[in-house]
């Protein structure tokens, strides 16, 4: 198993411009959940979602979009990236059933100037 | 929403001592509390966590305490080693049937283990 992969792994964006952070997971998990951390601050929960289908609002969600249309995938969408979405982004996963491990991507480093 | 406060944000201790973490948390509903560490540039992993129906869990040189009335909880990590040095994280999640797993996680503490 792969586990939780993100691509890319780092991207500068330009103010105003979009990109869709990729997430998929090969572990068959209901839980997928998109998070974002600052430099030296902790992780803020941007999106979640408990299935394919269903997507619910996190801390912080401005700026941001999800979908969920298969089990695998979570994409996160930046539509007009601002120098305050400089961020690391993690993905991450958990097995359905009850209260258990999350399991993280290794990450995405987002600059935009 | 769940808020989760975590100190201290940095802790400095000599290789062989004690080190100690506190998080307390603000839905007396939760009833997980994980806690991951973060190596520089990597990403998070769990170390250890605690279900609401116990008090205390020990693994090997971590051990987490958790005082529900109090509505906090603690990582207790003994003999440290130079490779204990990283980031912290305690995070709390509730989830009762239609509840949702999702972590709320604290600030971080930055462990720093000198040789």
């Known amino acids: 198993n792969a586990g939780v992969t993100q691509t890319p792994k780092f991207r500068i964006l330009k103010i105003g411009q979009s990109m869709t952070l990729q997430c998929t997971q090969d572990?068959?998990?209901?839980?997928m959940y998109w998070y974002r951390q600052d430099p030296g601050m902790g992780l803020k929960l941007i999106y979640y979602s408990v299935g394919a289908g269903i997507t619910d609002k996190g801390e912080v969600p401005n700026g941001y979009n999800v979908s969920r249309s298969t089990t695998e995938d979570f994409p996160l969408r930046l539509e007009l990236a601002a120098p305050s979405q400089t961020s690391v982004y993690f993905c991450?996963?958990?097995?359905?059933?009850?209260?258990?491990?999350?399991?993280f991507g290794q990450g995405t480093r987002l600059t935009v100037v | 929403g769940e808020n989760v406060e975590q100190h201290p944000s940095t802790l400095s201790v000599q290789e062989g001592d004690s080190a100690v973490i506190k998080c307390t948390y603000s839905d007396s509903a939760s009833n997980y509390f994980p806690w991951y560490k973060q190596e520089l540039g990597k990403r998070p992993q769990l170390i250890i966590d605690i279900r609401s129906n116990v008090g205390e869990k020990k693994d090997q040189r971590i051990a987490v305490t958790l005082n529900k009335t109090a509505k906090h909880f603690s990582l207790h990590i003994t003999e440290t080693q130079p490779e204990d040095s990283a980031v912290y994280f305690c995070a709390a999640s509730k989830n009762y049937g239609g509840a949702t797993n999702k972590l709320i996680f604290g600030t971080g503490t930055l462990l720093a283990v000198q040789p």
């Open positions: 991450a996963s958990s097995p359905p059933g009850g209260i258990t491990e999350a399991f």
């Open positions: 572990m068959n998990h209901n839980y």
